[in-house]
């Protein structure tokens, strides 16, 4: 697939299944197939995308048996772990192979997607980008890899995500393998914890799903399963969660507020977070915006990982700016004349009880083949509070450089308010 492919591609998912009948009939089978079982033909491939329509949910999965896995899983006791964020990552592109490539699995403790494979997450469309049996590119990390549920992929109805992608989810954990079993997950250490979010189930609304649903909620497993398990209350170490819908949003029209106040439920007033989610494909930072009980979120917006970035759009169109402090409105290249921004990737480096984040785009020397840091915080947990310490714009002096609209300090949780935080309705 090519981005000029997905250039301007609607979120509809009536849209997006025809894209993939249209991929069905006018583009080959894939070279590896899931599990290698047997080659399908292009009838073969046809049928399957129009079952898709109109198909419903596949069943909510959860964790079987909680005494042998309970979606909590621990991170080594090393000196520094390095976990990889991507997010609507997997479009099978070349700049989304680029991505991969660049961030290195062999440097990354744990890789972590955030949700949407493209156009509607069908055998095909994992089978292409996270069958590494056969060759697909998802860059695997040295002791595991975890996937998020999108809104495409429930455009045919999660199944393949749950009976195909989720048994490639795997961690190394004390000589065992355990899998993902289900669309959310915890990855711990004594200082933090990476908590993974399924907002994806109930993305979608309307005849045959053909629309998105902003009133979405956490399904009623999710929410048991963070209420009994992973009881994020009486805990003191410092959260960091993943979705791939957004909160809130200086750009989107919709936004998906609910999931936001299910979790702060579950918190003391007043807690503070990081939250990476993707949905719109841009990267942007934003300062702290205040969820129901006074649940302190500070948001990054990293979808930017193989799809087409739009770059002409100015925040606050249709929202307000949400506290935006800064994001990437370079333009790397043009595609058949849209201008298009820089893909790229998130990398947590945890140590002891310091964070730091690294921002790298996918690099337009195409001769060098390495990885360029953008932007880099720099996180300290106390006692379950969230510190920011510094921040620094590696493009701050280069002809290409991010875009800031206030001082990057606001992007911290020690930043002095400038203005009172907006409540997200």
Known sequence: MEQKDLIGLSRSPLVNKLHAIKESITKPAPGHNMHGYMPQNKLAWIWQNLLHLGNSRYPYQTYKDPRQNNGIFTMPDDPEISVALLSDWASDTPESCNVASLCDSTKRDFTIHLGDTYYVGNEKEIDCNFNSTFGAP???GKRGSFALLGNHEMYSSGKSYFTQLLPYMTMSENGEVRQQEAPFFCLENAHWRIIGLDTGYYSLKGFLGVRANPDLELHKEQVKWLRDIVQPGRDNRGLILLSHHQAFSAFDKEEYPQPARQFAELLPAGRNVLWFWGHEHRLSLYGENDISNGLKVFARCMGHGGMPVPIGEEPGTHKSLRNIVVFDRRERKQIDGFPVGYNGYVVLRLKGPELTI???DDNDNNDLK?????????WRCN???????AITDFTANAPKKLTPLQDLERALAKSPALAPPPVVP
């Open 358 to 360: 690294d921002y790298y």
């Open 370 to 378: 390495q990885e360029r840091k953008i932007l880099e915080e720099k």
């Open 383 to 389: 006692n379950g509070e969230l510190q920011g310490v």
């Open 138 to 140: 998802w860059p695997y």
